[in-house]
């Protein structure tokens, strides 16, 4: 069982030859529409996985907050914990991809932004039957403390992917098991400019030494350094694939590797088939609808 809290938008996507200028408008398109968010993507690769998934979040009593309900249905995650803001919209993410793939997001968090403590004590029993709990930076900091600290009350596994970067306390590394950083994150996190193996496994230190358990540093088509201070720690490669879209790669990385910790595997076993899963993620375009299935990732691994 794996519990994720944290934010659902929907992505309205559209194509344009460039990016528009102030006060342009530019003939753009295709336009693509689909279920979105840091939260709602990881718990989408986790179900596809096979693992039971809770999600908890926000949103708004309009035809989007209608859509997210039936989506998380149809990939069979629990929305026992997916709330209705009486007044607040449901997130949207305003996306722009020009011809050089560049592309330009406005978020609007909306109902997801305002998901409160008191949202996530209610939610006690699921945080009970959770083996682990899977939680990003894109929901208030409130409800990523509230989740944090009921977690590590009830001494469940604590996965945080710190994305968008936001500060941390000290207070809450300390009580967080795994930390999933991409480049850019642990840069931000540690201080250290995170570009290679040696300068992952700086970060990784400094990271430990505020008080995480283990570290792992996504570092896209490289893999993802490992660091749990038993040993010097390396990189995990990462499987060669054709690339299509590499957004949603660190969703899949994340909700893969929930999954794989929940069923029991060891950290390297965990990180191996969380790469396999995020390189099937990128041979697809879109976030949540690029999420393999099960048995997807065993036929890649067999390969
Ligand atoms: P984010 O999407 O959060 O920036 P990364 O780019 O670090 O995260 O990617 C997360 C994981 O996805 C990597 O650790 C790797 O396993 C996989 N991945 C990303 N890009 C590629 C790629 N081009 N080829 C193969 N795997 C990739």
Not at 172 to 196: F, H, Q, R
Request: glycine letters at 10%.
């Amino acid at each position: 069982n794996i519990l994720v809290v944290g934010s659902y938008v929907v992505d309205l996507m559209s194509r344009t030859p460039h990016m528009p200028s102030p006060g342009e408008t530019v003939l753009g398109g295709p336009f693509h529409m689909g279920p979105g968010g840091k939260g709602g993507n990881q718990a989408v690769a986790a179900a596809r996985l096979g693992s039971r998934v809770t999600m908890l979040t926000k949103v708004g009593h309009d035809v989007f907050g209608d859509e997210a309900l039936k989506n998380f249905t149809t990939e069979n995650i629990d929305t026992t914990h997916v709330t209705r803001h009486p007044d607040e919209v449901t997130g949207t993410a305003l996306i722009a991809v020009d011809d050089q793939r560049e592309n330009m997001i406005v978020v609007a968090p909306g109902a997801c932004g305002k998901i409160t403590k008191e949202d996530i004590v209610k939610a006690e029993q699921s945080f009970k039957d959770a083996d682990i709990v899977l939680v990003q930076l894109e929901t208030s900091m409130e409800a990523v403390e509230t989740t944090i600290n009921l977690a590590n009350k009830l001494g469940k596994p604590i996965i945080l992917n710190p994305a968008p970067y936001q500060d941390v306390s000290q207070d809450l590394l300390e009580k967080i098991d795994y930390i999933t950083p991409n480049e850019t994150e642990a840069s931000l996190l540690s201080g250290v400019k995170v570009m290679d193996e040696a300068s992952a496994r700086e970060a990784s230190i400094k990271l430990k030494e505020q008080g995480v358990h283990t570290v792992l540093i996504t570092l896209g088509k490289t893999g993802c350094f490992v660091y749990d201070g038993t040993s010097e720690g390396g990189i995990v490669p990462a499987f060669s694939v054709n690339v299509v879209d590499t957004t949603g790669a660190g969703d899949a990385f994340n909700g893969a590797f929930a999954t794989f910790i929940a069923n029991g595997l060891s950290l390297q076993e965990a990180v191996t088939r969380a790469n396999a899963v995020a390189a099937l993620a990128v041979t697809k375009v879109g976030t949540a609808p690029a999420m393999p299935f099960a048995e997807e990732v065993e036929k890649f691994l067999a390969e």
